[in-house]
């Protein structure tokens, strides 16, 4: 049995070196979910794990949410293969997964199957770190507010000349209150941010668009962020409640596929 854990940065990320048989029996799970927490970002070098071994290993980590096949979500912008790829030409902005969500994803499981000779790279910005190197009193000022997430907002910087059909189904999506400092069951607090964040509850709409863009440059400036060029059978686990996480533009003819695991969601957003 080998699990040799390294830091890849000072404020996020973790490496991992181990292999099939130690992640499939499920006896490293709770160091595992610990560190998830504690540095947001797990990278599995190159451990090619199966779809079946991935899915093995979700499951010792928590409860999966039902996504594609039995589990496993197949990430690609060819629509036959997945029908939702049009909406994730979206996730080239920062992001974390179930804005709308009351009890948002715990945690996203990834391995590349194919990779694009251009772009496609993942970056993920640590948003529990952000929040902690803000002043005390910018802290205690933010903590009152309440940011308005919709869906428009996720897509509108995309789809810039978005038809009116388009703009109808993302006004179709109910708007979703969110406090913009989470306070987690831990006692820790992270900025609840990304592209859905579209203005701030009780604020002049522009002036509040103004700090939330303001807060996000904050959140994803380099000390935070930590960018993974992909290789075949890499794997990256990423805690979705205390991260933001963004895909660099890649060509749709590219082939690129990512298989995804997502486990169900454990905190309420406070």
Not at 95 to 116: C, E, M, N, Q, Y
Not at 204 to 211: C, I, R, S, T, Y
Request: aromatic residues 8%; charged residues 25%.
């Amino acid at each position: 049995m080998s699990f040799i854990a390294s830091d890849i940065a000072a404020r996020i990320g973790t490496k991992i070196e181990t292999d099939h048989a130690t992640l499939a029996g499920g006896s490293k799970a709770a160091e595992i979910r610990e560190l998830l927490e504690l540095r947001g970002i797990l990278l599995f070098p190159k451990i090619s794990l199966t779809d079946e071994e991935q899915l093995g290993f979700s499951c010792t980590l928590g409860a999966l949410v039902e996504q594609g096949d039995k589990g496993l979500y197949k990430v690609t912008l060819d629509s036959k293969i997945t029908p939702t790829a049009e909406y994730l030409r979206g996730t080239v902005l920062w992001h974390f997964d179930g804005f709308s969500d009351d009890v948002p994803a715990r945690a996203s499981i990834l391995t590349a199957r194919k990779t694009s000779d251009i772009g496609g790279q993942t970056e993920f910005a640590n948003t529990y770190a952000a929040y902690d190197d803000l002043p005390e009193e910018r802290k205690q000022t933010l903590s009152e507010l309440r940011v308005v997430h919709t869906m428009a907002a996720t897509q509108r910087d995309v789809f810039q000349n978005a038809p009116a059909e388009m703009q109808k189904i993302w006004e179709s999506y109910p708007p979703k209150v969110q406090p913009l400092v989470w306070t987690h069951r831990s006692g820790r607090k992270s900025l609840l941010l990304g592209s859905s964040a579209d203005w701030v509850e009780g604020m002049d709409k522009a002036e509040g668009q103004v700090l939330i863009a303001e807060l996000q440059t904050w959140t994803t400036q380099r000390k935070f962020v930590y960018r993974h060029e992909w290789t075949v059978g890499d794997m990256v686990i990423w805690d979705n409640t205390g991260m933001l996480h963004r895909v660099e533009a890649y060509p749709d003819t590219s082939g690129r596929m990512m298989h995804r695991t997502t486990l169900v969601g454990e905190e309420p957003i406070k």
